[in-house]
T-cell receptor
């Protein structure tokens, strides 16, 4: 089956620290990979995506590279800010001929950045 | 305003009662989804719909009913609420380029 595994949270860092949130997946097809972010009291928002192997998604200083050989899509940021405090979800979707595109989410990683 | 809206924002109900959570989108996107969010489980898909009058079960459909008589609305009904259905519920649509748009969520407490 298709699944996503994220590193256990919560993660607490100081401002300007380097961030890595690990994400690995299992998939029967050729998935697209996503990172979504959820700020307190809000719904999820797309942060970045990658649709094929070796693609790099980037947004707001965050990056993630689609690694087919290690089935990974780790999220990184070189210097985090307090405003990055949120819950981060890794997700995948499998393309199907019928066009059905259902996302499978990881369990989420809560990130807290201290000033 | 364009977008996806959910109502109510908060709901408290009792075991055994019927509850309906509303979801409305203004884009006319074909696909709509209902997720529940629980600690330790992330988001789990309850039901989804590919178009009006077309719905299908997701990962955790038991105890829930959906309908989609119009493209823009996708209500979720708990026919007889149980405590295990206490959760935060998110409705979503998928636009072009596979991007999911989420509503702000409904926090449901079943006492």
């Amino acid at each position: 089956g298709n699944s996503v595994t994220q590193m256990e949270g919560p993660v607490t860092l100081s401002e300007e620290a380097f961030l890595t949130i690990n994400c690995t997946y299992t998939a029967t097809g050729y998935p697209s990979l996503f990172w979504y972010v959820q700020y307190p009291g809000e719904g999820l928002q797309l942060l970045l995506k990658a649709t094929k192997a070796d693609d790099k998604g980037s947004n707001k200083g965050f990056e993630a590279t689609y690694r087919k050989e290690t089935t990974s899509f780790h999220l990184e940021k070189g210097s985090v800010q307090v405003s990055d405090s949120a819950v981060y979800f890794c997700a995948l979707t499998i393309h199907r001929i019928q066009g059905a595109q259902k996302l499978v989410f990881g369990q989420g990683t809560r990130l807290t950045i201290n000033p | 305003d364009a977008g996806i809206t959910q109502s109510p924002r908060y709901k408290i109900t009792e075991t055994g009662r019927q509850v309906t959570l509303m979801c409305h989108q203004t884009w006319s996107h074909s696909y709509m989804f209902w997720y529940r969010q629980d600690l330790g489980h992330g988001l789990r898909l309850i039901y989804y719909s590919a178009a009006a009058d077309i719905t299908d079960k997701g990962e955790v459909p038991d105890g829930y009913v959906v309908s989609r008589s119009k493209t823009e609305n996708f209500p979720l009904t708990l026919e007889s609420a149980t405590r295990s259905q206490t959760s935060v519920y998110f409705c979503a649509t998928v636009g072009r380029d596979e991007k999911l748009f989420f509503g702000s969520g409904t926090q449901l407490s079943v006492l």
